[in-house]
């Protein structure tokens, strides 16, 4: 295995990933903490498992179904979420109030 590949893209993803949501919810949490290096281990901890996670899914799945099949299927829901997008099913007025 190559370990500088390794550590450089293990790197570049979790400097990446703290940019999204993770970091919004470690904001909110050491600011009410008194321990933010721990919130800062959690939310990194957690951002791991779900990568893990999402990698032995993908590759099971991966190694299930052809190649071919999940490319159509990925293209399938890519033009289902776009043909949605442009005709949604019904206009909300603008003063609707769900209350």
């Not at 009410?32 to 590759?59: H, K, M, Q, W, Y």
């Not at 071919?68 to 909300?92: N, S």
């Given at each position: ?16 990933e703290?940019?999204?949501k ?78």
């Amino acid at each position: 295995m190559d370990w500088q590949l390794l550590s450089l893209s293990f790197a570049a993803v979790f400097l990446s990933e703290l940019g999204d949501k993770s970091q919004v919810a470690a904001i909110a949490l050491s600011g009410t903490s008194r321990s933010p290096r721990a919130v800062f281990l959690g939310t990194a901890a957690a951002l791991l498992l779900a990568s893990f996670l999402g990698v032995i899914v993908g590759e099971g799945t991966a190694a299930i179904l052809p190649t071919k099949l999940l490319k159509a299927i990925a293209a399938l829901g890519f033009a289902i979420m776009a043909v949605r997008l442009l005709w949604p099913e019904q206009d909300i007025p603008q003063d609707f109030d769900p209350d």
